[in-house]
């Protein structure tokens, strides 16, 4: 069993060894590939969009952070961009917005991309539909314990939860502002697929998921309304959704022409627009062709 792990995990771990040491790959011409890593939501836009970032930028492109695997997260992402130097370009991505104060401590430059709605979900056997944030809030704090306290079954409430990047605003906190304020007794996961498999275990389990997660075909959550809003881009845009994160692209203050031009296709380019659709996400730059000169 431990060779069949380590079988598996192999290149993904060669691959992380290698970025960790900045080791600049090269694509067929000797150009050196651009290398982007991150938070995984953020991950899964730039990974959609892979083929049209090469396409303009002229440059192969390797990306990591697909389930934030082996260590990747919104502070990978930071990592990665301040190791850009000429022979070895890189950007990060993050699902956090960052402060003001880590910004400029750590000299970075952010490119804000979309906000993406946080999903609350609920195993499929659960028959409620729909909650209204105060009740969201509410259950995750622990003052509801029973889901027939808010029209469900005589059943005690499993609470899962990934309060990842405590220290950044944002994120989980537009449910909660600070992970204190949670209930004491609950499932506490690493990783979005964590997640999906905690929720799909319990029939009495509530949890919160990015809306670019893409669920297993053998999923057994269900996606609630809140406050009888389902979590949309127009519902972000006109706040009648409340929970949401902000995914943006990190660099170090001397970003390569090249890694401008993946990034700024990702922020305006027609491509995105179709992913922002499939996924619910709300755009945060004006498409190419409207944007000021």
């Known amino acids: 069993m431990k060779r069949v792990v380590s079988l598996l995990f192999a290149p993904w771990l060669g691959a992380w060894v290698s970025l960790m040491l900045g080791a600049g790959a090269a694509s067929a011409d000797n150009t050196p590939v651009v290398t982007g890593a991150g938070a995984h939501f953020a991950w899964v836009v730039f990974e959609s969009l892979k083929p049209d970032l090469e396409r303009v930028s002229g440059r192969s492109i390797e990306l990591y952070g697909r389930n934030s695997t082996l260590g990747m997260g919104c502070n ?11 022979d070895h370009e890189t950007f990060g991505f993050v699902c956090c917005p960052l402060s003001d104060r880590e910004v400029e401590s750590k000299q970075l430059r952010v490119y804000p991309i979309a906000l993406e709605p946080i999903l609350v979900v609920v195993n499929r056997d659960n028959p409620v539909s729909g909650l ?44 909660l502002r600070d992970a204190k304020e949670f ?48 979590p949309t881009a127009e519902n972000l845009q ?55 000169p």
Not at 190 to 211: L, N, T
């Open 76 to 86: 990978a992402g930071i990592k990665t961009a301040l190791q850009n130097r000429p």
């Open 132 to 175: 209204s944030a105060d009740q969201v809030r509410g259950i995750m704090r622990g003052d509801i314990v029973n889901w027939k306290e808010v029209g469900g079954r005589d059943e005690p409430i499993v609470l899962v939860t990934r309060l990842h990047c405590k220290k950044r605003p944002g994120h989980w906190k537009t449910i």
């Open 183 to 230: 209930r004491q007794q609950r499932l506490n996961v690493s990783s979005a697929a964590d997640m999906e498999q905690r929720v799909s275990d319990f029939r009495g389990a509530i949890g919160h998921i990015g809306s670019t997660w893409n669920f297993s075909p053998d999923s057994r959550l269900k996606v609630l309304r809140i406050d009888g809003h389902e």
């Open 238 to 292: 006109n706040r009648r959704y409340p929970f949401f994160r902000n995914l943006s692209a990190v660099t170090d203050r001397h970003p390569s022409d090249d890694v401008l031009t993946i990034i700024r296709e990702v922020q305006t380019g027609p491509a995105f627009r179709r992913i922002a659709s499939r996924y619910n996400l709300l755009p945060l730059n004006p498409p190419a062709d409207q944007a000021s």
